[in-house]
């Protein structure tokens, strides 16, 4: 079983840059896809980005394209997601998550179908 913690989160100002880390435990994560996805109060959880097992594939929701850069870390076990250009409407809980994938190039975007979560870290982004 994977255990995940992320880190990083705060409050930061509207133009700003944060980099959420992801760090896992009790297995590797170089046999999952991992992604981050974020939730609003009210709201439901929405898909933000998403990594291959592999690496080599990369899925990102169209609010954050040329903004926030996803990554993985086989050797420390760690995924972040670098932010930047940060706008009051990213203030959210963001919450890391991993899914067996059947191929090294998979990604996915729905929270429903993700196999296991961390507790989240919030990012507050004042304008």
């Known amino acids: 079983q994977v255990q995940l913690v992320e880190s990083g989160g705060g409050l930061v100002q509207a133009g700003g840059s944060l980099r959420l880390s992801c760090a896992a435990s009790?297995?590797?994560?170089?046999?999952?896809?991992m992604g981050w996805f974020r939730q609003s109060p009210g709201k439901e959880r929405e898909f933000v980005v998403s990594?291959?097992?592999?690496?080599?594939?990369?899925s990102y929701a169209d609010f954050v394209k040329g903004r926030f850069t996803i990554s993985r870390d086989i050797a420390k076990n760690t995924v972040y997601l670098q932010m930047n250009t940060l706008k009051p409407e990213d203030t959210a809980v963001y919450y890391c998550?991993?899914?067996?994938?059947?191929?090294?190039?998979?990604?996915?975007?729905?929270?429903?179908?993700?196999?296991?979560w961390g507790r989240g870290t919030q990012v507050t982004v004042s304008s």
């Open positions: 990594i291959s097992r592999g690496g080599g594939m990369t």
């Open positions: 009790g297995r590797t994560i170089s046999n999952y896809a």
């Open positions: 998550g991993g899914k067996l994938t059947p191929s090294s190039l998979s990604t996915w975007s729905t929270a429903r179908n993700t196999d296991f």
